[in-house]
């Protein structure tokens, strides 16, 4: 697939703004060129606008080359750059899955471009055809999210083939989640598919939400369209020396304590008589029907805990969304949620 087709005219044409430090290759010099405070406090200076240092670290991690990865302000900055990039506003559209994270739509109607919506099957398992079907020769971005957010379960490799096999636009994996999966990360399959594009954060797994650092691993075609239209620096300083020190130092005992927390609570859960079913997760959240979510988020806020109502959702009427917590922050769940079982 040739993906300088598919971006939009006004990107391909523009000049890419030059930074100040678009020159600077990490090593020390006499920088007279970006009108900052010449005295050193440890911020005093741009950050790298390629994020070199840190690139060099997540590229080791995940066996990418740093020409495959770009940074963003979050996923969601990553997200937007997508859109502005490739989906030209009133014209273009995207699939997108439902029930799935609520930014895509808000990203489609922030952009003015259509989302088209394919539901889930009741087992929230995901039936390829239907998302071919959905897309129409002004498709830019296909985008599946796995494992899903909320309903916790994985979106099957074939079928993400299937749709990447099928489809003449970028298919978008956003894998929020999948460090606390047992399913492969579909970078494997960067290297088959020029058109895939998958997302990752620091923001769950890895314990950095408080520092926005969103990932984009894809073909190096799409990740120089991103560049070129980027904010110079965003990424600050603070963000990129954080994530390189935490990075280096991941606490792996976190998984499996994560685990055994979500399959306890989700055992514990069951048993309550307002609940009707607590699907299989993937993720560190359960997604819980109840007899009535309104109520019992009611209740639980009631006692200071605050959880997810989905209701709203679409096939998760009357569900819940819980994060799991530390195992203290769990007991304290399902004393609330035991209180107010009759
Ligand atoms: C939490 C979450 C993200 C993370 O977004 P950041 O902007 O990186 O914090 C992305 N996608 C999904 C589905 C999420 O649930």
Not at 48 to 75: F, T
């Amino acid at each position: 697939m040739d993906i300088n087709k598919l971006v939009r005219k006004n990107v391909l044409a523009m000049k890419p703004y030059s930074s100040a430090r678009d020159e600077f290759d990490g090593v020390e010099g006499l920088f007279l060129d970006a009108n900052e405070n010449p005295y050193s406090n440890g911020v005093n200076r741009y950050p790298d606008p390629y994020q070199r240092k840190l690139k060099e670290v997540i590229a080791s991690q995940k066996h990418l080359l740093h020409e495959n990865i770009l940074l963003g302000n979050g996923s969601d900055e990553v997200l937007d750059l997508l859109f502005r990039a490739f989906c030209e506003p009133k014209k273009e559209n995207i699939v997108i899955t439902a029930p799935s994270y609520g930014m895509y739509k808000v990203l489609a109607n922030l952009n003015d471009v259509l989302a088209n919506e394919v539901l889930y099957e009741s087992d929230f398992s995901l039936d390829a055809d239907k998302i071919i079907a959905a897309t129409n020769k002004n498709t830019k971005l296909i985008i599946l999210c796995s494992p899903n957010n909320p309903t916790g379960n994985s979106i099957e490799l074939d079928v993400i083939e299937k749709v990447l096999n099928n489809t003449n636009c970028l298919v978008v994996v956003d894998e929020a989640y999948i460090d606390f999966s047992t399913k492969n990360s579909c970078i494997k399959s960067l290297n088959k598919y020029n058109q895939l594009i998958v997302i990752q954060t620091l923001s769950k797994y890895f314990g950095m939400a408080g520092i926005r650092l969103g990932m984009c691993f894809a073909n190096k075609d799409v990740i120089t369209v991103l560049n070129r239209i980027k904010p110079p620096y965003n990424i600050n300083v603070l963000t990129q020396q954080k994530a390189v020190d935490l990075l280096e130092n991941v606490d792996l005992g976190y998984r499996r304590e994560v685990i055994q927390e979500r399959e306890n609570l989700s055992k514990e859960i069951s048993k309550l008589n307002y609940v009707e079913k607590v699907y299989p997760s993937e993720a560190n959240f359960l997604l819980v029907k109840t007899t009535n979510a309104n109520w019992v988020y009611d209740e639980l806020v009631n006692q200071q805990i605050i959880i997810r109502n989905r209701t709203n959702e679409k096939l998760c009427k009357d569900c819940v969304r819980i994060s799991i917590g530390t195992k203290q922050e769990n007991e304290i769940l399902l004393n609330a949620l035991n209180k107010i079982n009759s």
